[in-house]
């Protein structure tokens, strides 16, 4: 199974906020869309939004545990995760997981010709896994039974 199948199965809806709100406004959005992420993204009009970082639930407390400086008065730019690592829709969940096991991330913006088409969490991966040993399982006991 590649992303682009889980992307076809959950939407390729992707929350953004732009670097220059503040971490409160970034807050709000992850609330208000129960994420754990928002992807960072400059908007151009010409050539629609670019990702430029990720803001997640661990950029925040990292934050507020420093108590130096209020989320209402701080830019999402000085908080989010900068080098932010994507794959292609053409990626098989199997290289996806390792990727992000290895860099201990929990989301992973999916791009295609340069464009944001969608976002995969862990718990999407392990879903898409779970699903698919579900339906070998039940193969493997029609196959058992006949």
Do not use: W
Not at 31 to 54: S, T
Not at 92 to 115: F, N
């Amino acid at each position: 199974m590649r992303l682009a199948d889980i992307l076809k199965n959950k939407g390729s809806v992707v929350y953004t906020v732009d670097p220059d709100a503040t971490v409160d406004q970034a807050i709000e959005e992850l609330v208000r869309h129960n994420v754990g992420a928002l992807v960072v993204c400059q908007r151009d009009l010409e050539h629609g939004e670019k990702p430029c970082g990720i803001i997640t639930e661990r950029d925040i407390l990292r934050f507020v545990a420093r108590k130096d400086r209020s989320p209402s008065d701080t830019k999402v730019s000085e908080v989010m995760t900068k080098n932010v690592f994507t794959c292609d829709p053409s990626r098989l969940v199997e290289e996806a997981m390792d990727i992000m096991t290895q860099l201990r991330i929990r989301h992973l913006p999916v791009i295609s010709e340069g464009k944001l088409v969608g976002i995969v969490s862990i718990g999407d991966l392990v879903k898409a896994e779970l699903d698919r040993l579900e339906m070998e399982n039940k193969f493997m006991r029609r196959y058992i039974h006949s």
